[in-house]
């Protein structure tokens, strides 16, 4: 069993970087897989990134490949999302979530653990 937080959500302008972190703490933290999703407002809640148990694959949204990067820091036991060139379109409650399964894991319904998430807000 893990339990997440997450932090450095908050309101930036479009252009802007920001860096997201989930503490990830249990017994094993590797042992997870640990994904990011976000959730819009009348919007369903997708996955963003992925990183893999283990080795630490990771997997993107092709929404946000090349502007978000996904990377698990052992020594910390976080998995941050680094997120650049925001948008307002990105504007959303961000969340991180773990899993001990294998494969993409790509549906919500696939991760057992979960944050409580965290807003992000994009200024034009």
């Known amino acids: 069993q893990v339990h997440l937080v997450e932090s450095g959500g908050g309101l930036v302008q479009a252009g802007d970087s920001l860096r997201l972190s989930c503490a990830v703490s249990?017994?094993?933290?590797?042992?997870?897989?640990v994904g990011w999703f976000r959730q819009a407002p009348g919007k369903e809640r997708f996955l963003l990134a992925r990183v893999s148990k283990g080795v630490g694959h990771t997997h993107y949204a092709d929404s946000v490949k090349g502007r978000f990067t996904i990377k698990r820091d052992n020594a910390r036991s976080t998995v941050d999302l680094q997120m650049n060139a925001l948008k307002p379109e990105d504007t959303a409650v961000y969340s991180c979530?773990?899993?001990?399964?294998?494969?993409?894991?790509?549906?919500?319904?696939?991760?057992?653990?979960w944050g409580q998430g965290i807003q992000v807000t994009v200024s034009s």
């Open positions: 249990g017994r094993y933290p590797t042992a997870y897989a």
């Open positions: 979530a773990a899993t001990n399964k294998a494969g993409i894991l790509t549906a919500p319904e696939m991760y057992d653990y």
